[in-house]
C-alpha cells in the first residue's frame, strides 16, 4: 500500500484497527519520522481512543489508553536490543484484552509469533510504503 500524506496512513492504519481481536499485537518496524506514531494513532481511533492523547513514547518506554479496548502503546527507539520481558512486554503480549503497538520492533530480540508485522518505508516527502505481514495461524 502507498500513502499519499500522513492523513492516509492514519486512515489506513484505522480501517486496519477496526480488524484486530482482542490480544493483538501490531510491531511497527520503519525510519524515524517514516510515520510509526501516525500510524499507532490510526489503530487508537479504531479503539474509540482519541489520538491527540497518543504520543509517542520514547522517553515514558510504554502508554497505556482505555477505550472499546485497551492500547498498551510502546517505543523502543531509545533502547538497544531489548528482551520483551525487561519492559513487562510479555504481558502485555499475553493481555487477551488489549491491543499492543511496538514502535521500532525490530529492537525486539523475541515477538508472539502470531504477531502482525508492519513496514512503513519513506517513498518521498509525502509517499510511504506500508507492508503488512499477517501470520496465517
Known amino acids: 500500500m502507498i500513502t499519499h500524506s500522513p492523513d492516509e496512513t492514519f486512515e489506513y492504519a484505522r480501517k486496519l484497527g477496526e480488524r484486530l481481536d482482542r490480544g493483538a499485537v ?44 485497551t492500547l498498551h502503546h510502546a517505543d523502543l527507539y531509545r533502547l538497544d536490543v531489548v528482551r520483551s520481558v525487561d519492559l513487562g512486554l510479555d504481558e502485555m503480549f499475553d493481555d487477551r484484552d488489549a491491543v499492543t503497538v511496538v514502535e521500532w520492533a525490530e529492537r525486539l530480540n523475541w515477538a508472539p509469533p502470531d504477531a502482525i508485522r508492519v513496514t512503513i518505508e519513506y517513498v518521498s516527502e509525502s509517499e510511504r510504503k506500508i507492508t503488512v505481514d499477517i501470520p496465517k495461524m
Do not use: R
Not at 43 to 55: C, H, N, Q, R, Y
Open 26 to 69: 501490531i510491531l511497527l518496524s520503519g525510519d524515524l519520522g517514516a510515520g510509526k506514531t501516525v500510524f499507532a494513532k490510526g489503530i487508537a481511533a479504531a479503539l474509540e481512543i482519541d489520538p491527540a492523547d497518543v504520543t509517542s513514547p520514547s522517553f515514558t518506554l510504554v502508554n497505556t489508553y482505555k477505550g472499546k479496548k
